[in-house]
């Protein structure tokens, strides 16, 4: 089984600021990773995902997270923030069965000020 | 090309009353899955499909049933409402070997 933890509810930065959600999982065997983005009223969105390869992973509308193996962490960031980045943001693990179940964390609120 | 589309997108039950959340995908998808929202909780997998005819539980499967009878439909039924059923429910499919999912916009079920 895996779990997955995002160690902030709420984070509230300034327009044109960084800013990095943090996130780290528990899985006894390998997992993908993920990041979806949930807009208000919306469905979830799929950001970036890491599969394998190169562990820094680019997104769309600029985020970028990074996979530490040893860490068990895959943080989002982006290095300037935009009004219309405001919205809620879950990182989701999968194991490898094939099944492509996700264990969410309990999501981030990105709340982004002019 | 609609993706995932549910329906209905908002709904009220009275406690006891059944309702069925339809869910279509048009991506021929073999898996689909539905997954509850609640806040602070993220999302928890209730029911999953790897194709037609196939349906196993997830993490909360309680009070809920589903079926599978073709590719592209898996509704999710309740069949007696309760109020710890009050959430927002989504649906989603994906393909292997990769693990996106696509998700609806969700149904907003309130239980009174």
């Known amino acids: 089984a895996q779990s997955v933890t995002q160690l902030d509810s709420q984070v509230p930065v300034f327009e044109e600021a960084p800013v990095e959600l943090r996130c780290n999982y528990s899985?006894?065997?390998?997992?993908?990773l993920f990041w979806y983005v949930q807009y208000p009223n919306q469905g979830l969105q799929l950001l970036l995902k890491y599969l394998s390869g190169s562990t820094l992973v680019k997104g769309i509308n600029g985020f970028e997270a990074e996979f530490n193996k040893s860490q068990t962490s895959f943080h989002l960031r982006k290095p300037s923030v935009h009004i219309s980045d405001t919205a809620e943001y879950f990182c989701?693990?999968?194991?490898?069965?094939?099944?492509?179940?996700?264990?969410f964390g309990g999501g981030t609120r990105l709340m982004v000020k002019p | 090309n609609a993706g995932v589309t549910q329906t209905p997108k908002f709904r009220i039950l009275k406690i006891g009353q059944s309702m069925t959340l339809q869910c279509t995908q048009d991506m021929n998808h073999n898996y689909m899955y539905w997954y509850r929202q609640d806040p602070g909780m993220g999302l928890k997998l209730i029911y999953y499909s790897v194709g037609a005819g196939i349906t196993d539980k997830g993490e909360v499967p309680n009070g809920y049933n589903v079926s599978r009878s073709t590719t592209e439909d898996f509704p999710l039924r309740l069949e007696l409402a309760a109020p710890s059923q009050t959430s927002v429910y989504f649906c989603?499919?994906?393909?292997?070997?990769?693990?996106?999912?696509?998700f609806g916009q969700g149904t907003r079920l309130t239980v009174v």
């Open positions: 989701a693990v999968s194991d490898l069965r094939g099944d492509n179940m996700l264990t």
């Open positions: 989603a499919s994906s393909y292997p070997p990769e693990a996106s999912a696509f």
């Open positions: 899985s006894s065997v390998s997992v993908y």
